[in-house]
């Protein structure tokens, strides 16, 4: 199992490429997909209060109430909590958020819906193909409270408004500073040697409450896993047994496989797996997530990887870096032209403290 719950989990809730998103130790990006939503039943019954306005952009306090409750819920999915001390400015990243994606929208071709159509679809299949299956995919949505419908639009609306911005900007990697980059960073581009494993797991906790499980009904587990190690030393298929048995979603419909170099597993994981022979199975390994019987498929040597398996993710990244760098100065020209105004007392009050949110970008991917 993976030290953090953010790997695919995260990919899938917070936008591929979110152009409005949060500084790394904030909240991230949510479900952008509402703000045009229109109000649920029970708010139209009442006037809707204005938290923000402007020529073309209008948040009432039903939307934001959505994307807070919605991104309280997705954070709770993932075992996490929000910090009281960032409540609030969670709630003014969120309305910055739907504020700028009201903006961008706003200036979309049709070309450029277009464009992100294609991409967002893209990303979503990669998204799936990472998870294993449609099942798991499905699955993990539903761990995480959102709908297909709900992660596609917002990952929609993420690669239009990316597209909006690299026509605006005038953003255009070249193939010689792609190339340059590569030449200069050779560090980011070795890859360290790699376990290729599957694992069974049977968990020690309760999914929906996180609470430990009592003693008696982990030593059921474990005599349990005392069955599945005897029958995979046995010669059953080790990846069908994942499949039926594993309770980690996360890799149990790819037969519970994962690949992964050293220092990105959980310390008792690690060790068992690299010190395992090829197609050896381990003793049974507890770690904080349960129980683990674990199969060493393959160890990959150390290597460099190639330029053209780096290219894209170079261009990508760098045309991140990019963005980023004007993106503070544009969002907020057209904060100015719109004349938005928050209405809010208290976003008001925080939002002259506030500098416009820049663009989650990172340094080029290897």
């Not at 938290?51 to 209008?58: H, L, M, S, T």
């Not at 700028?100 to 071709?109: E, G, H, N, P, V």
């Not at 690299?274 to 160890?299: M, P």
Request: charge should be positive; avoid cysteine.
């Amino acid at each position: 199992m993976k030290k953090t719950t953010s790997s695919i989990l995260l990919l899938l809730l917070a936008a591929p490429l979110p152009m409005w998103g949060a500084a790394a130790d904030q909240p991230a990006s949510t479900n952008t997909a509402a703000a045009a939503k229109p109000a649920s039943k029970i708010s139209s019954l009442f006037t809707e209060k204005l938290v923000a306005k402007g020529k073309g952009v209008e948040v009432n306090r039903s939307q934001l109430d959505d994307e807070i409750i919605r991104f309280k819920a997705q954070v709770s999915g993932r075992g996490q909590t929000i910090p009281p001390e960032q409540m609030a400015m969670m709630e003014k990243q969120l309305l910055e958020q739907l504020i700028q994606i009201q903006l961008l929208r706003a200036k979309a071709t049709d070309a450029d819906k277009a464009a992100g159509k294609v991409l967002a679809d893209k990303r979503f299949e990669e998204a799936k193909a990472k998870l294993g299956s449609e099942e798991a995919l499905n699955r993990q949505l539903k761990l995480m409270g959102v709908s297909r419908e709900e992660v596609q639009a917002k990952w929609a609306e993420s690669a239009v408004a990316e597209a909006v911005l690299k026509r605006e900007l005038k953003v255009s990697v070249t193939d010689a500073e792609v190339k340059k980059y590569f030449d200069d960073n050779p560090a980011r581009f070795e890859e360290p040697e790699k376990a290729r494993a599957s694992h069974i797991l049977l968990t020690t906790t309760d999914p929906k409450t996180n609470a430990e499980l009592t003693e008696e009904q982990k030593a059921a587990k474990h005599k349990q896993m005392e069955g599945l190690l005897k029958r995979a030393r046995a010669g059953e298929d080790f990846a069908k047994l994942a499949k039926e048995y594993s309770e980690d979603p996360g890799s149990k419909d790819k037969g519970g496989e994962y690949e992964f170099p050293r220092g990105q597993m959980v310390p008792e994981f690690e060790t068992a797996a690299f010190a395992l022979g090829t197609n050896q199975v381990s003793e049974i390994i507890t770690t904080r997530f349960g129980y683990h019987i674990i199969k060493l498929s393959a160890k990959i040597p150390a290597r460099k990887i190639e330029f053209a398996k780096a290219a894209n993710d170079i261009k990508e990244g760098l045309t991140q870096q990019a963005l980023q760098k004007q993106f503070p100065d544009y969002i907020a020209k057209l904060k100015k032209d719109a004349g938005v105004e928050i209405l809010d007392e208290k976003l008001k009050s925080r939002d002259s403290a506030d500098s416009p949110a820049s663009p989650a970008g990172a340094a080029p991917a290897k």
